[in-house]
Structures are given as C-alpha cells and as structure tokens.
C-alpha cells in the first residue's frame, strides 16, 4: 500500500471522527438539561454560542476524545501525504 492511499484513508478516517463529534456535540446541545445536576455527575459544561448544556464525564470524554483524535489522524493524513509527495520527487514536463 503507497504512503498517498494510506493518506486517504486515514484522512477519511478523520473525517469521520469529525463528522461523529460535531453529531455528538449538536446530540448533547439539544438534549442535555440546561442546569448541572450533581446527583446525576452533570457537571461539565458545554457551550453552544451562549446556550450552556451539562454533561456527565463519560459524555464529556466521549466527544472531546472524538475531536482530539480527529486533530490526530488529520495531521497523519496530511504527513502522510506530504511524504508521498516528497519521495516522488519533481514532477518533469516538456517544453
């Protein structure tokens, strides 16, 4: 498998995580109570322009760990791809 098919799957990947974060984060903002609630561990806060929703920890962790680990595999895809493009060396063309 070349570097540059490596690089869009994993970059596809990303994608993914992305896509599965921001569900993630728009789920918690319409459906999560507006007042933290500590009996249930609803303490973290999320904000969406202004409108603040409570989450518990397992939910925070969950979408944090989906974005972070998009930045990861976004910035392997695009190394990646990079690479491929450095050992392929100068494209040549004629006059």
């Known amino acids: ?3 540059k098919r ?3 799957i994993v970059g596809s990947f990303a994608l993914a995580l992305w896509l599965a974060a921001a569900w993630v984060y728009t789920d918690y903002a319409f459906s ?3 007042q933290p609630i500590p009996e249930e561990g609803r303490v973290w806060e999320i904000s ?3 409108d603040s929703r ?3 920890t397992s939910e ?4 944090f760990g ?3 680990v998009g930045i990861g595999a976004t910035g392997a895809s695009m190394w990646l791809y990079q690479s491929a493009t450095d050992q392929e060396g100068p494209k040549l063309t004629k006059n």
Request: charge should be positive.
């Open 60 to 63: 925070y962790l969950l979408w």
């Open 54 to 56: 409570y989450v518990t």
């Open 32 to 34: 999560r109570p507006k």
């Open 66 to 68: 989906l974005a972070i």
């Open 1 to 3: 498998m070349t570097r």
């Open 48 to 50: 969406n322009h202004g």
């Open 6 to 8: 490596l690089s869009r």
